[in-house]
């Protein structure tokens, strides 16, 4: 009976070794068996192809693995095929094929596309708004995303549900829904309804309502904040009509409360028989005193600057919302060129009791040195005041934003002789200036622009107070008109993902008018002369303009460091973002630039020539952040009207053309480059 047990155990565990053995050789065979990828193609039926490789490369999945995974590639298809569909090839089929690549292990995956004819839309049914107002109705009806007989695309549809959405929400129908479309295909003998679609867009507006109460409860209220802080801020008045886009931009200028966080407005209670929505808001206070270590990056007439700084704040300074910071930095962009600064501002809203006037006091100490030429240097010092009045206007004019501001400076400028070790006299300069900007921004983003338009126009007057000055502490003035215009475009070049290639423009055009008796005290001479201050000059070439130049190395005048009187500054931009869809997050927020800068600085408008329009081109790369761009550019001089010879960069060998700050110069800079 032993004997036989014995047997038994053996017999066990022979089987259970044998289906071990053949597990693994199941094992050794599959990955034996798996395919490698070698190329990924595409073949389009009667030679239709409507849309480029990389953009379909970009919406599968099967080329982001070296193994070539079937069931992925199955499902790749339907993608392809979804992608036709929602732009309008409603027929459009997709089917898959192999072959053998270089070698047995090896695979070639081939998508057969048949994109069929592109439908058209024939008609836009709105359902459900038949009863909603007359006025309302009337802006449903005009500027519409989908047209008859334009090609029917699923983005252009989602565009148009969100346009009447938006207006259903923004008119008091506070519940307003969409539901999902209806796309009717024709199937008629009938021409003219051949691969055609109506698009039957569904809302459920329900009932208007008009706004409510609003309660605002404040919580860690150690510093007694009064509620009414909050309660100015609001778009919106109990008893007017609701609109969504009131409730917003209400619920931003709260943020911008420095004493707040986290405020919301949220709905409290609907009350339907009434017909009107109750709010609340919470609000949580923060620390009403700062005190920061900061790492600074500037760039100050076109040259970058980095340092380090102290900022102390005061998020509630005597009450009202008004916030006081005070700040000490020091920075450096060379050993010839570093300052120092010392700045205190104070932020005060709703002046005048008018939640659209916001003001701003600022007053700062600053000493640089910088280079002058090769033998000579100058420390500047200078004290400044400058009062500022913004006035926002309502969004839907050409003009949103006035500006109005007053500056008082005095700046003390000691001459070094480096060479001679001998200090020349001091220059003092007392100005007094009024600015009036007008702007109009209606750029979709203002850290990355795809969309829109920018334009200002300033005007800065000098003179009127720095006579009586000049007369009383025997110090220099200037008198002069400065007018400056900047205007900037962009467009949207991506249809399938707006912001991955866009195209903008700048240009800027400005002049100073001198008038009057300018003169300056050198020592004790007296001197006439057409100076302005040094900060009032126009500076080219830099990290944000003429890249093929650095900052101060440019200009049609004596003295290119100290600036010019006339300025044309212009530039042409290609932007993408080709990884703004990716899951990597490493580089999904990369970015690459294309340019061309055109422009020059001269003593007067009067001296303008042609012939010194200095041109750059280059590349560079961005990387996006909460702060802005982290920005690279290599910057090429084009056409160099500072020289007699070679002025056109291809005229000129390669090892000109790549040595550093001949032809060829590295910028960097945070922030786009306009």
């Known amino acids: 009976m032993s004997l036989l047990k014995y047997f038994c155990a053996i017999f066990v565990f022979l089987s259970f070794a044998s289906i071990f053995a053949q597990d693994n050789n199941d094992d050794t065979e599959r990955k034996s068996t798996i395919l490698k990828l070698d190329e990924v193609r595409f073949k389009f039926a009667d030679n239709k192809q409507d849309f480029d490789e990389s953009t379909l490369e970009g919406i599968i999945n099967t080329t982001k693995s070296d193994n070539f995974l079937r069931s992925e590639f199955y499902t790749d298809s339907k993608r392809i095929q979804k992608y036709y569909f929602d732009n309008g090839f409603l027929d ?38 038949e009863d909603i107002n007359e006025q309302t109705y009337s802006l449903v009806s005009n500027d519409n995303f989908l047209k008859n007989n334009r090609n029917y695309n699923k983005a252009e549809v989602q565009l148009e549900i969100t346009r009447v959405l938006g207006i259903l929400l923004n008119n008091g129908y506070a519940l307003a829904q969409a539901d999902v479309p209806d796309i009717v295909k024709f199937v008629s003998k009938d021409s ?126 005597f009450g009202g919302g008004r916030v006081f910071t005070a700040s000490l930095k020091a920075l450096i962009h060379s050993f010839n060129f570093y300052r120092y600064e010392g700045l205190t501002t104070l932020f005060q809203p709703h002046l005048f009791d008018n939640d659209k006037i916001t003001g701003n006091d600022n007053f700062g100490i600053t000493s640089q040195r910088q280079l002058y030429n090769d033998s000579l240097d100058y420390q500047l010092t200078s004290v400044k005041n400058l009062a500022s009045l913004k006035y926002e206007l309502k969004n839907y004019t050409y003009f949103n934003n006035l500006i109005l501001d007053w500056k008082i400076a005095n700046e003390r400028t000691i001459i070094f002789d480096t060479l001679l070790s ?25 850290q990355y622009p795809t969309d829109g338009s920018y334009a200002s126009y300033s005007f800065e007057e000098a003179g009127l107070l720095g006579t009586l000055v000049r007369k009383i502490f025997n110090t220099s003035t200037s008198s002069y008109l400065k007018v400056t215009t900047q205007n900037k475009f962009f467009w949207n070049l991506s249809e399938e993902n707006k912001g991955a290639s866009v195209f903008g423009t700048k240009l800027v055009v400005g002049n100073i008018f001198e008038y009057g008796d ?62 703004s869809k990716s899951k990597n997050l490493l580089i999904k927020d990369l970015g690459f630039a294309t340019f061309f800068d055109y422009g020059n600085i001269w003593d007067s408008y009067k001296d303008f020539q042609f012939n010194q329009i200095a041109m750059a081109i280059g590349a560079g790369i961005r990387y996006y952040t909460i702060v802005g761009a982290f920005r690279f550019d290599l910057g090429f001089k084009l056409f160099d009207p500072g020289v007699d010879d070679r002025r056109w960069l291809f005229d000129n060998n390669i090892g000109t053309i790549f040595k550093s700050g001949e032809k060829m110069v590295i910028q960097f800079g945070i922030g786009n480059t306009f």
């Open 92 to 129: 459009a089929f997709v089917d898959t094929s192999t072959a053998i690549g270089s070698d047995s292990s090896m695979i070639i995956a081939t998508f057969i596309i048949n994109e069929n004819t592109r439908y058209k839309i024939n008609k836009v049914f709105y359902n459900g708004l």
């Open 192 to 317: 003219a309804l051949a691969n055609r679609v109506d698009i039957v867009l569904n809302f459920t507006p329900r009932s208007r309502f008009n706004f409510g109460r609003t309660n605002i409860t404040i919580s860690n209220n150690s510093y007694g904040i009064n509620s009414d802080d909050i309660r100015r801020e609001l778009e919106y008045k109990e008893g007017e009509l609701y609109s969504k886009e009131k409730l917003i931009s209400s619920e931003n200028r709260i943020s911008k409360i420095a004493i707040f966080q986290n405020a919301r407005i949220q709905i409290d209670e609907i009350d339907s028989l009434e017909g009107v929505i109750n709010l609340k808001i919470d609000a949580a206070v923060t620390n009403k005193f700062e005190l920061k270590p900061e790492i600074l990056a500037y760039d100050i007439g076109g040259r970058f600057y980095a340092g380090a700084g102290l900022t102390f704040s005061n998020k509630y300074f």
């Open 422 to 446: 001998i200090v020349n006299p001091v220059y003092n300069d007392f100005t007094s200036s009024i600015g009036l900007s007008v702007i109009h921004n209606h750029v979709d983003n203002l």
């Open 518 to 579: 300018n003169t300056f005290e050198l020592g004790d001479v007296s001197i006439s002369s057409d100076i302005v201050p040094t900060d009032a000059n126009y500076t080219i070439g830099g990290s944000v303009s003429l890249r093929g130049w650095r900052a101060g190395t440019l200009g049609a005048v004596e003295s290119p460091s100290l600036g010019g009187r006339f300025i044309i500054d212009g530039s042409f931009e290609h932007r993408t973002k080709p990884f």
